[in-house]
């Protein structure tokens, strides 16, 4: 099970980090990470860091402002945004499978959380 959480209003240049509980299962050998959607647009993906080993991967839009990380005492998985625009604005979706680029890139991902907006005013 991934519990997100974190969402809210925002202004523009504004933080905010999302969390990403993991329960229910052994993640250690899987990849967590977070994918966005907004309104009448795709789902498309933000970030992923590999549990074990800890590496990171993000999308060209949001490289250089989001970082995420991984704590592995408490199973959870943050996302800490910074320098957010108006075009972040979506519902994002914590997420875990395996680590593949090509299916994380394109969202094939088996297990998902609930989702939790991000609203940036500008």
């Known amino acids: 099970q991934l519990q997100a959480s974190g969402g809210g209003l925002v202004q523009a240049g504004d933080s905010l980090r999302l969390s990403c509980a993991a329960s229910?299962?052994?993640?250690?050998?899987?990849?967590l990470g977070w994918f966005r959607q907004a309104p009448g647009k795709e789902r498309e993906f933000v970030a992923a860091?590999?549990?074990?080993?800890?590496?990171?991967y993000y999308s060209d839009s949001v490289k250089g402002r989001f970082t995420i990380s991984r704590d592995n005492a408490r199973s959870t998985v943050y996302l800490q945004m910074n320098s957010l625009k108006p075009e972040d604005t979506a519902v994002y979706y914590c997420?875990?499978?395996?680590?593949?680029?090509?299916?994380?890139?394109?969202?094939?991902?088996?297990?998902w959380g609930q989702g939790t907006l991000v609203t940036v005013s500008s």
């Open positions: 997420a875990a499978d395996q680590w593949s680029y090509t299916d994380w890139r394109n969202g094939r991902v088996r297990y």
């Open positions: 229910g299962r052994t993640f250690s050998s899987y990849a």
């Open positions: 860091i590999i549990w074990s080993g800890g590496s990171t």
